[in-house]
């Protein structure tokens, strides 16, 4: 149970810091890319944002994923970063358990 | 009146609010704190950078920043109503609070006083996080030479406003003791402070669209509300100064003259349903919903803009609805005593359903004739179903940010921060998963995966909560 909690936090975190990851470099592209018709890529490739203009004169903006593997790394990059500060974190807590029963006794 | 019981007691304030907000709930560990506090850092820079951007990049060199800076003036006032609004009606039932001071020998005066004054360094701060990014990356733009520009278009104006606005506060006060209502001052203000909102929306509007059309036409526009800007383009800085300094000078007074003598407690509860419903578990988590003072703000708001929609021919989804919602911040909180007496509190997800049930109830009380007001205005019915899910969303959201950032009594901080961080992260992700492009089908499918994990989480949270209590209760 202990360990199935701490899976669901790790994705949840995960995921917390992936979309944070993805925003950010989602409005890098989007202000730099002020040409029509240029598409702009963003986050390793992963983002692109296409501005161009309609028949009536209207701009229309295309956005989406090109490429889901670089997203997929940030998401595996941070699963395993969380994984092995709690892992630290637990061990931390054990050995101060530990030592404050040997001082006790 | 001493002003250094004033700046003690004003200080005091802050030390609690301080105090009490860092050590309660999720904020209570310290790794959560520093990530709370650099998130909120990041969203203020983001917000800035992102202002900075889109001002550099569609008003840059164009020389349209001039009537921008003229509308950004005329809204000033209603923004400054909307950060007065929010303060005002969190801290209506700051008693607690302003119990702290009932021990120090201080007059009802200069309590009063000390307590505006804390309000005031709140509505600046608010004020500063809506119209700071905007003035920084105006001045980073046109350069240092905008500066006084900037101070009096925004930030005379505001002074000014707050200024107005406090003294029609304490007016109010004063008229509402005279009448012997100041017991109902829960109900009563935050009514007036909606109907002013009400009123000065379509006024904002009004003016805005007046500015560009002068603009556009090369016609010169002049307003009550440009009155420093005008001096400055006229006289000078300095002229503007010193008309801000009279003005403030007269007011100031005025606020310290006219801030009531007594202090009278705000009446919290009103009994509105039948007391039968206390026959079952359900029903006193009803009861508890229904009684208190923030449901009868939210409603009132909801009453006002509802009318406000119907007069004005405002043909738009029911929106207003959401605002119902934010009653889950305060629904584990308000429940907790009846969980604390009970010898078997019984089991925690029966508890959690009736903390959702009762906001469902509730929601559809409410959001029966306000979505019946908005299709006989014509809005479709397929508009209003989203609006409908979002609501569901946000109690259960709300309602885990209730039990993550527990508010106090007295303590209304704490739900801004919560609310706040709330805020910033549905953001992200609808943000985030309108980048991906998805189908609907699939976006509803993890939005209500992200709603089971709020259930998940907002159930341990409370499993949690009720460990720490019996443990409590043992030692």
């Known amino acids: 149970m202990k360990w199935l909690l701490r899976f669901i936090a790790g994705l949840t975190v995960s995921f917390v810091v992936t979309m944070i990851v993805v925003v950010t470099s989602f409005i890098t592209t989007m202000f730099s890319a002020s040409e029509m018709g240029v598409r702009k890529f963003g986050l390793f490739g992963a983002l692109f944002f296409e ?23 940030v998401f595996s990059i941070s699963l395993v970063f969380y994984v092995a500060v709690a892992s630290v974190l637990e061990r931390l807590k054990l050995h101060k358990k530990r030592l404050l029963q040997a001082d006790k006794g | 009146m ?58 840059g060199g164009t020389g349209l920043l001039e009537p921008v800076l003229q509308v950004a003036n005329a809204s000033v006032g209603f923004w400054v109503l909307i950060a007065y609004t929010l303060i005002r009606v969190l801290f209506m039932k700051a008693d607690e609070l302003l119990k702290l001071s009932f021990n120090l020998p201080v ?51 505001a002074i000014s ?99 009531p003598r007594n202090y009278v407690p705000m009446r919290r509860f009103f009994a ?38 119907w007069f004005e021919n405002l043909v738009l989804p029911p929106y207003a609805l959401a605002l119902i919602t934010f009653q889950g911040v305060y629904a584990f909180s308000n429940s907790e005593p009846l969980r604390r007496i009970a010898t078997y509190p019984g089991r925690t997800v029966a508890n959690y359903l009736r903390l959702v049930g009762s906001q469902g109830v509730l929601l559809v009380v409410v ?14 019915l397929e508009a209003c179903l989203p609006v409908l899910g979002f609501c569901v969303s946000n109690i259960l959201i709300s309602t885990l940010v209730g039990i993550a950032f527990p508010p106090e009594k007295g303590n209304p901080f704490t ?33 209500t995966a992200l709603n089971l994990l709020v259930v998940f989480y907002s159930i341990l949270g409370m499993r949690r909560m009720e460990r720490i209590a019996r443990n409590e209760v043992v030692a």
């Not at chain 2, 012997?180 to 904002?204: D, K, N, S």
């Not at chain 2, 500015?211 to 016609?219: D, F, Q, T």
């Not at chain 2, 026959?279 to 803009?305: C, D, H, N």
């Not at chain 2, 959001?367 to 809005?379: C, K, N, T």
């Open chain 2, 415 to 447: 739900v801004i921060i919560g609310v706040l961080l709330t805020l910033i992260l549905v953001m992200i992700f609808a943000l985030g998963l309108n980048v991906f492009n998805f189908e609907p089908i699939t976006n509803t499918a993890i939005f």
């Open chain 2, 272 to 309: 509105i349903l039948p007391q039968w419903l206390a026959g079952r578990k359900f029903g006193v988590y009803i009861l508890i919903l229904f009684r208190s003072f923030e449901t009868m703000v939210a409603f009132s708001f909801i009453l006002i803009y509802s009318v406000f929609a």
């Open chain 2, 367 to 380: 959001g029966v004739p306000v979505v019946g007001l908005s299709l006989a205005q014509g809005v479709p």
């Open chain 2, 161 to 259: 406003t707050y200024l107005l606005l406090s003294l029609g506060y304490y007016l109010l006060e004063r008229a509402l003791q005279a009448l012997r209502i100041a017991r109902l001052r829960g109900l009563v203000v935050p009514m007036v402070l909606a109907i002013g909102l009400a009123a000065a929306f379509p006024q904002t509007n009004e003016q805005s669209s007046q500015i560009a059309e002068s603009y556009v036409s090369g016609r010169e526009y002049n307003a009550p509300v440009l009155l420093y800007a005008k001096l400055l383009e006229d006289v000078g800085l300095w002229f503007s100064i010193l008309v801000l300094l009279a003005t403030s000078a007269a007011l100031v007074p005025a606020i310290v003259a006219i801030a």
């Open chain 1, 51 to 73: 501005p161009h203009e309609q028949a009536d004169g209207a701009t229309a903006l295309e956005i989406g994923v090109s490429n889901g593997a670089p997203i997929a790394v």
């Open chain 2, 107 to 157: 007059t009802n005066k200069e309590r009063t006083m000390g307590f505006a004054l804390f309000e005031s360094s709140l509505v600046l701060l608010v004020t500063v996080f809506i119209f700071g990014a905007f003035s920084i990356s105006t001045v980073l733009i046109e350069g240092t030479d905008y500066i006084p520009k900037v101070l009096a278009s925004i930030w005379f104006p």
């Open chain 2, 2 to 59: 001493r002003p250094k019981s004033v700046v003690l007691l004003f200080r005091l304030f802050w030390l609690f609010i301080v105090r009490r907000v860092v050590g309660r709930g999720l904020l209570a560990s310290p790794a959560a704190r520093l990530s709370a506090a650099l998130l909120l850092v990041a969203a203020f820079a983001g917000f800035n950078v992102l202002s900075y951007v889109v001002i550099r990049q569609y008003l």
